[in-house]
């Protein structure tokens, strides 16, 4: 049983994170189209307000996960070696982790 | 059992579907490549008038426009073929024929975003 769901979970995850970049990315390109921000002060009042800057942690969170799914799977379909499919594995989450921290420190320096 | 292993490259063939398919795997990778430069470009444009700045700067380069239009022709390319995906998901587009005429939307979608994006960046 564990054996025939077990490829459900990432599965499920790349499209739910998929759909909600979608939206989010509808949603930026018709900000930057119809109001795009014209100095500093506007793009940042506009990022740091409650609904953009939870919604871009949201989509940072989701394209992290996405990108965990994807390139995880292209390891798996061409590192073949167990020792350096697991090292290349280790240090992409690692990667991936860094990344999601630097995100963070962006979203709340701009509150800052 | 093991899986039946084909590189002759000359003689494989590859059906539209299989171009979607495989840029799609292709685009996804240089988006992965890309992404921690987009994080980079939103750190320096919300530090700093001068760092606001210098992003601004950046779009005034040449080599950096390439970069931009490669990046946004890999996500047109991604995010079209991954609505094919979620669609034929949902068995939409399933039939040979549909299949292979929403491939080439997506391969063609692709690169007409591309197109508007190097008239508005050039």
Redesign the interface.
């Known amino acids: 049983m564990k054996r025939a769901i077990a490829g459900l979970h990432p599965w499920l995850l790349q499209r739910v994170t998929a759909v909600y970049m979608l939206l989010f990315i509808v949603f930026l390109l018709a900000h930057f189209l119809l109001d795009p921000p014209q100095s500093y002060l506007a793009w940042h009042a506009w990022m740091r307000g409650p609904v953009v800057s939870i919604a871009t942690f949201v989509f940072c969170v989701a394209l992290l996960t996405h990108m965990w799914v994807g390139v995880r799977d292209v390891i798996l379909d061409y590192v073949k070696p167990l020792a350096i499919r697991v090292a290349a594995l280790t240090l992409f989450g690692l990667g991936l982790i860094g990344l999601g921290a630097w995100v963070i420190h962006i979203l709340l320096f701009a509150h800052g | 059992m093991r899986k039946p292993v084909f590189f002759n490259l000359t003689q494989i063939q590859l059906p539209v579907g299989a171009v979607t398919s495989i840029t799609h ?1 292709i685009t ?2 240089l988006l ?1 490549v890309g ?2 430069f987009g ?1 980079y470009i ?2 320096l ?5 001068p760092s ?2 210098r992003v601004i700067a950046l779009f005034g380069y040449r080599s950096f426009k390439v970069v931009a239009l490669v990046f946004i022709w890999a996500l047109a390319h991604h ?1 079209f073929a ?2 094919r995906h ?1 669609l034929s ?1 949902i068995d939409i587009g399933s039939r040979l024929q549909v299949a292979r005429r929403s491939a080439w939307s997506v391969n063609i979608g692709g690169l007409a975003v591309a197109l508007f994006a190097a008239g508005a960046l050039f």
């Open positions: 795997r996804g990778v992965a992404i921690p994080i939103l750190d444009s919300l530090q700093s008038p606001y700045a995010l991954g609505v979620l998901d």
